[in-house]
């Protein structure tokens, strides 16, 4: 049997509005694995939030592969092996921060425990809501990231404009040093360089020897793009921007909330 591959964001698109699963889609799941398969779970959201949820899934390690803020970090479940590890450096976390603050935005970044932001905003208690880990306030990061962190985040929960408004702001100084890209329309990531959620597909491909035709991906967001455009197949969500649906090879014909992938993973992956 020729082994293929799942990659799958997770707000969106596995996963519904109330961040599960239905039983007929974790069957699907766990069958595929089952035919000796594989899973990546791709999402921007920090490592151990999506180790949280896969154990909330009741999902496996065997075949599982955790993808973390936007392909920065990937591990391969069953052996804790990580597979890519891609930081942005203090310097340039703490730049991206000041500018933020300068325009009056919520920034936060993350250590690989904890959230880290320089006051309580609602931004911050929005994005808690989901993302459950530890939050340390502290006004000054330097003292606090002994390591250079995976991404910083920027949230407003009313404009996106004024996001915009920080990407134009922080060039020509990011320009091939930081990825920029959005995960909805209110959260701007920021990433090293040659990150993303493509060239994590890429490298997960390559270490597994699954050529990339094998490879279904499905997304909704803006920050799945180079992981649809990366796959073999690329599927878009009903719910998805209209930029990915435009890059995708198909549309699903139902949202993330009635399964809308699930069609896709029985034919796919003939189960």
């Not at 599927?235 to 649906?245: G, T």
Request: aromatic share 8%.
């Amino acid at each position: 049997m020729t082994n293929k591959i799942f990659f799958t964001d997770l707000d969106g698109t596995l996963l519904n509005d109330q961040k599960t699963i239905s039983p007929a889609l974790k069957t699907a799941l766990l069958k595929l694995l089952e035919k000796d398969h594989k899973l990546v779970l791709s999402s921007g959201r920090p490592y151990k939030s999506i180790a949280a949820l896969k154990e909330q899934l009741g999902l496996p390690d065997e075949n599982v592969y955790i993808s973390a803020y936007n392909g920065s970090f990937v591990i391969e479940c069953a052996t804790k092996k990580v597979l890519v590890e891609k930081r942005v450096s203090v310097d340039d976390i703490l730049h991206i921060s000041a500018v933020a603050t300068n325009l009056g935005l919520h920034c936060h970044t993350y250590t690989d425990t904890h959230i880290i932001a320089k006051s309580q905003t609602p931004e911050l208690d929005f994005y808690t809501k989901t993302i459950t880990l530890p939050v340390l306030i502290a006004p000054d990061w330097n003292k606090e990231l002994k390591k250079a962190p995976f991404k910083a985040l920027a949230v407003n929960l009313h404009s996106h404009e004024k996001l915009v408004t920080l990407i134009q702001a922080l060039k020509p100084w990011s320009d091939q040093k930081i990825m920029t890209v959005f995960s909805n329309p209110y959260y701007l990531e920021f990433l090293s360089f040659d990150s993303g959620k493509g060239a994590a597909l890429t490298s997960i491909c390559n270490y597994l020897q699954i050529p990339v035709e094998n490879c279904l991906a499905a997304g909704d967001a803006e920050n799945d793009l180079t992981m649809i455009e990366a796959a073999g197949t690329g599927i878009a969500m009903r719910n998805a921007d209209s930029q990915l649906k435009e890059a995708a090879d198909f549309v699903t014909y139902a949202s993330n909330n009635e399964d809308g992938i699930l069609p896709f993973l029985i034919s796919f992956f003939e189960l």
